[in-house]
């Protein structure tokens, strides 16, 4: 029989947190595989981007994100959904609290490994996260006969931020090739999108790379929350909990969030997006 605390454990939402909207292609994996634990989700649409800033500076933001979720939400667990906390922060992140914590780059590499037929992989992500080494870390510690190529892609996140993720776009299907020139020259058969932003821009990566298999970190880190709410007896139970609510917070204009984000989650043009809220991160 499961204790008090338990069920009160079970009652929390799951927090979830990005730069800005990549952390979006984490949430609709998780909404879909989980629809009834409720979300809260936190774009730092003030800060971003986080992937070209220093590791002190990206700790410190994650400090303040975690402590966001944590004090307002009391969630129950988080999903770090950015590549860029997780291959800078993760760990001090897990070390500061006792809540379960969920990075992308353990399962993407899982799922990377598992795909991989010629053991060549490739990793995009940006540029901290490449500077870091935690992608090529990661795989080598699964199998050192890997042979890892990487590349930093430091526009695509402004221009996923900014909307251009149309694969007739002329504009990013340029950026695309340029940045995946070394990727393809070196023959991988599979590829990390080692970034959350970079879904968006999935159907452009694929016309570059056809034969290549595209590892989605987002949905990657959502099966492995699942499992871990199963594991920790966190699954929400359906009674008190479980009306599979979101909530949404930025650190900047909230409009401009609003209809960014239901582009991104593929709702109807006309359906009401929930009430997204602006937070003074820096006071956190
Ligand atoms: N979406 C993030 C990531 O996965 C961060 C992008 C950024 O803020 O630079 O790395």
């Not at 799922?111 to 996260?129: D, Y």
């Not at 090739?177 to 990390?192: F, K, N, Q, S």
């Not at 879904?199 to 034969?211: A, G, T």
């Not at 650190?251 to 937070?279: K, W």
Request: net charge negative; aromatic share 6%; proline share 6%.
């Amino acid at each position: 029989m499961a204790t008090i605390e338990t069920a009160q454990n079970r009652n929390r939402p799951i927090g979830v947190f990005d730069s800005g909207l990549g952390g979006l292609t984490a949430l609709k994996e998780i909404r879909a595989i989980l629809p009834e634990e409720d979300l809260v989700y936190f774009g730092d649409t003030g800060r971003v981007p986080y992937g070209s800033r220093s590791r002190e500076t990206i700790c410190r933001y994650a400090e303040q994100d975690m402590r966001f979720l944590l004090s307002e939400s009391a969630c129950k667990a988080v999903v770090v959904a950015c590549g860029t906390v997780s291959a800078n922060a993760l760990e001090q992140l897990k070390r500061h609290y006792t809540v379960p914590i969920i990075g992308v780059i353990e399962p993407a590499v899982e799922a990377a490994v598992r795909s991989s037929k010629n053991g060549k992989i490739g990793v995009i992500a940006t540029p901290s996260s490449i500077a870091s080494g935690a992608y090529t870390r990661a795989l080598l510690a699964q199998d050192q006969s890997l042979s890892v190529t990487s590349a930093a892609c430091s526009l695509f996140v402004p221009l996923v931020e900014n909307g251009f993720i149309d694969p007739d776009d002329p504009i990013p299907t340029l950026t695309a090739e340029r940045y995946l020139a070394p990727i393809r020259d070196a023959g991988v058969d599979t590829l990390i999108l080692g970034c959350t932003h970079y879904p968006l821009l999935k159907p452009i990566i694929q016309r570059v790379l056809p034969h290549v298999a595209l590892i989605d970190t987002g949905m990657e880190a959502a099966h492995r929350l699942s499992i871990l709410l199963k594991e920790e007896a966190l699954s929400c139970d359906g009674n008190s909990c479980g009306k599979g609510t979101t909530q949404f917070f930025v650190s900047d204009e909230p409009q401009d969030f609003a209809q960014a984000a239901a582009r991104f989650l593929g709702l109807h043009p006309n359906a009401q997006f929930p009430i997204v809220r602006r937070v003074n991160i820096e006071a956190y």
